[in-house]
């Protein structure tokens, strides 16, 4: 059912009338409600820019000043509604918004997961993945490509959970079980994955800019892989977890599936949807030589000593690779989209490409616009110093309260988890709260990595609860394919299996790095060295 034609419901669409709405239906109403309430993130953002330059002028002249913690630096809280604030903003509004990082690294991924994406590449390589699994591993199997479908960004909350549905029917298992299940796994386990995609840029480009107010930050490596060991080994731990959750807790409340009239014909009419044809099985396999090629010289270029990408010294970490991951990753994916599509036939001429990557950008126009108030946001809580103070305020709090090491970071999660119940955007909400806690946490000795991985966890794991995720609806019109009675309270009381389970699970991950000082990536360290 592609999205496109489907007609999304309101939250209380199919509920009777006068019908007595349960406590989670009240939850629901009162979540939406409090969600709608806010503004659009654009404008969130400007209006946080205003406020913030309002209470920089305050405190700038109340002759505000912060001493930073272990130095000798103490820092004057400038104002944007003075002289020096006005010049500051007429000569860097636009270096702000071209210098942040999350804007180049995000723009230049999207072009070629997106060609990868429209060539159908990404599509196929699910297919193949779960064709030929034996039926007992299918939850599991569900659940590992879930906990990497971020690198295909939204696209994965519409693609994998029909898909998943039409494989659990094929074998005979109960297809709401795997469209709900694939679904709560792309949502709750979102922010983890051994592959490398937008998201990942996203954070790190706003965690550099966090973590720059402070001088501890000089000297940080901080590039997009500083949380791949701990997201690489997260998404291994989480899809036993959700195949689990599919298999022994989802699939048994469902009871047996028994199609009936035109829903029994419109299952035979997609029980041939995930076999390839033999063009898509020519493509994958050139774009699987091609891209193991192309690996190959990469590591050709990094691992020999005397390699141009080793760092100094013949260093592995920090190295140019490391830092430039980025372009790297970029041709990966265009090589593997343009493999792909010209086997396929789907990119025939130059045009064609052009304009598969053209209409991906296109996507981000809303993401543009949003980055462009959000750097101003940042850059003015550099510029300030309010950052600094409100980093200095947030830590003697949390030492006050006896909340420090894991247990900060452990508050840390919950807040994230319930701001995600209202502000889904992952960039809107590290933007919020990043340019505080990173200083705040950088203070009390941990590494913005640190940061980054708590923060992935609390904007994961209760995105399958809120009805602000646009997504739910669509999930909730596909699962009445199944259950015609299907209501968004049945929906959300299914999905609400695997938010808690996938938040404690993935904090105790994290406590097991926090706990045995493991880098959570090349050269991330869990504290500040």
């Known amino acids: 059912m592609s999205s496109s034609s489907t007609v999304l419901p309101t939250p209380d669409s199919s509920a009777p009338d006068g019908e007595r709405r349960g406590v989670l239906d009240r939850v629901l109403a009162l979540i939406e409600?409090?969600?709608?309430?806010?503004?659009?993130?654009?404008?969130?953002?400007?209006v946080l820019f205003l406020?913030?330059?309002?209470?920089?002028?305050?405190?700038?002249?109340?002759?505000v000043s912060v001493d930073v913690p272990g130095t000798d630096d103490t820092k004057a809280i400038t104002g944007l509604f003075t002289g020096d604030g006005l010049r500051w903003l007429v000569e860097n509004l636009v270096p702000n918004f071209m210098t942040f990082p999350p804007v180049g690294a995000v723009l230049i991924l999207i072009m070629v997961v997106g060609l990868a994406e429209k060539t159908g590449l990404l599509e196929t390589t699910m297919r193949a993945t779960l064709a030929r699994?034996?039926?007992?591993?299918?939850?599991?199997?569900?659940?590992?490509?879930?906990?990497?479908?971020?690198?295909?960004?939204?696209?994965?909350?519409?693609?994998?959970?029909?898909l998943a549905a039409v494989v659990f029917k094929n074998a005979g298992r109960h297809p709401a079980a795997g469209l709900i299940g694939g679904f709560a796994c792309v949502t709750a386990g979102y922010a983890a994955g051994f592959t490398i995609?937008?998201?990942?840029?996203?954070?790190v480009g706003i965690t550099q800019q966090a973590a720059a107010v402070l001088p501890a930050a000089d000297g940080l490596h901080i590039h997009l892989l500083i949380n791949y060991f701990f997201t690489a080994s997260s998404s291994i731990v989480l899809a036993v977890l959700g195949g689990f959750l599919i298999s022994r807790v989802l699939e048994p409340r469902l009871g047996p599936y028994e199609p009936a009239g035109d829903r029994a014909k419109g299952d035979e009419q997609h029980a041939q949807d995930v076999?390839?044809?033999?063009?898509?099985?020519?493509?994958?396999?050139?774009?699987?030589?091609?891209?193991?090629v192309y690996l190959g010289a990469v590591l050709a270029l990094w691992l020999p000593p005397g390699a141009p990408l080793?760092?100094?010294?013949?260093?592995?970490?920090?190295?140019?690779?490391?830092?430039?991951?980025?372009?790297?990753?970029?041709?990966?994916f265009l090589v593997a989209g343009l493999t792909y599509g010209i086997t396929v036939r789907k990119l025939t001429s130059t045009e064609d490409a052009v304009t598969a990557v053209t209409e991906s950008v296109k996507t981000m126009s809303g993401y543009i616009v949003m980055m462009f108030v959000a750097a101003q946001v940042i850059a003015l809580f550099t510029w300030s110093n309010v950052a600094v103070l409100l980093a200095v305020k947030a830590a003697a709090l949390f030492n006050s309260l006896g909340m420090t090491g894991f247990w900060a970071i452990m508050l840390f999660v919950v807040l994230v988890a319930c701001l995600n119940l209202f502000i889904l955007s992952g960039s809107a909400l590290w933007s919020l709260v990043g340019p505080v806690f990173i200083p705040a946490?950088?203070?009390?000795?941990?590494?913005?990595?640190?940061?980054?991985?708590?923060?992935?966890?609390g904007d994961s794991a209760t995105g399958v609860l809120t009805p602000m995720n646009p997504y739910v609806f669509l999930v909730l019109a596909m699962l009445r394919q199944y259950e015609p009675e299907a209501r968004l309270g049945t929906l959300i009381s299914r999905l609400a299996i695997f938010a808690g389970p996938f938040l404690v699970l993935w904090l105790a991950i994290l406590g097991i790095f926090y706990g045995f000082d493991l880098p959570l990536g090349p050269g991330a360290e869990i504290g500040l060295k």
């Open 33 to 46: 409600r409090a969600g709608n309430a806010l503004p659009n993130p654009i404008v969130l953002f400007a």
């Open 51 to 63: 406020l913030l330059g309002g209470l920089s002028t305050a405190l700038a002249v109340a002759d």
């Open 133 to 162: 699994v034996p039926r007992s591993a299918l939850p599991y199997a569900v659940a590992l490509i879930a906990s990497q479908a971020h690198m295909m960004s939204d696209v994965a909350a519409i693609v994998l959970p029909p």
């Open 197 to 203: 995609g937008s998201l990942d840029a996203l954070y």
């Open 275 to 292: 076999s390839l044809t033999p063009v898509q099985r020519r493509g994958l396999l050139a774009t699987g030589i091609v891209v193991v």
């Open 310 to 332: 080793r760092g100094e010294n013949g260093a592995y970490v920090p190295s140019p690779l490391l830092s430039g991951i980025v372009p790297v990753l970029f041709g990966a």
């Open 441 to 457: 946490f950088m203070l009390m000795g941990m590494s913005p990595a640190l940061s980054q991985a708590a923060f992935r966890i």
